[in-house]
């Protein structure tokens, strides 16, 4: 079937450090990739997407590679703002008829000045 | 251009009532998603409509729930009966047009959500 991990947080950074966040997924067929982000109180916004294998997905200085060799699509910024303080969810989309949306858990980030 | 909106943001009900949840997609978006978070969780996809049809109902629990998109008005999420394992936040989202494969995803816009209290 089609799962998502991602790590667990809460991941808790000072402002200008570099920020990974870790994304494995099990999925049939070719799926797309997708990262979103949560502020608090509001609903998920899309921060970028890839549709195969090697494409990058980038975006406000957020950047994911969609890696199907490890299964992995990890979410990086060289350097994070406090304003970046937000629940982050890897997905997938297995392309079928629907493009419903299959989320890990999400990942909080805090950013301190 | 208004987003998507779902009323109420907040909900409390006790065991056995009603919850009515409801979604206005973002203008001339056809299609809705409904996602239910329980807590610690991810969103876990619930229901799939178009314009008075289901499309994909895979994920609803197969007693309790139900879901409409009429043709005119919100889409409805329906819970009867409600126990407290039903606390979660409901998330709806609204895309332009029917999924095509994978060259054509079409994106999903999110509301803010309806966090619902069982007491």
């Known amino acids: 079937g089609n799962s998502v991990t991602q790590m667990e947080g809460p991941v808790t950074l000072s402002e200008e450090a570099f920020l990974t966040i870790n994304c494995t997924y099990t999925?049939?067929?070719?799926?797309?990739l997708f990262w979103y982000v949560q502020y608090p109180g509001e609903g998920l916004q899309l921060l970028l997407k890839?549709?195969?294998?090697?494409d990058k997905g980038s975006n406000k200085g957020f950047e994911a590679t969609y890696r199907k060799e490890t299964t992995s699509f990890h979410l990086e910024k060289g350097s994070v703002q406090v304003s970046d303080s937000a629940v982050y969810f890897c997905a997938l989309s297995p392309m079928d008829i629907t493009d419903k949306l299959i989320f890990g858990t999400g990942t909080r980030l805090q950013v301190f000045p | 251009n208004a987003g998507v909106m779902q009323n109420p943001r907040h909900l409390v009900r006790r065991r056995g009532q009603e919850a009515r949840l409801r979604c206005s997609p973002m203008?001339?978006?056809?299609?809705v998603y409904w996602y239910r978070q329980l807590p610690e969780e991810g969103l876990k996809f619930m229901v799939y409509?178009?314009?008075?049809?289901?499309?994909?109902e895979s994920g609803m629990p197969k007693e309790r729930f139900s879901a409409e998109f009429p043709k005119e008005g919100p889409s409805i999420l329906r819970i009867q009966q409600v126990v407290r394992g039903d606390s979660a936040a409901y998330f709806c989202?609204?895309?332009?047009?029917?999924?095509?494969?994978?060259?054509?995803?079409?994106?999903?816009?999110f509301g803010p959500g309806t966090r619902l209290t069982v007491l």
């Open positions: 890839a549709t195969k294998a090697d």
């Open positions: 989202a609204s895309s332009q047009g029917l999924a095509g494969g994978p060259s054509s995803y079409n994106e999903q816009f």
């Open positions: 203008k001339g978006h056809s299609h």
């Open positions: 409509l178009q314009k008075e049809n289901i499309i994909d």
């Open positions: 999925a049939t067929g070719y799926p797309s």
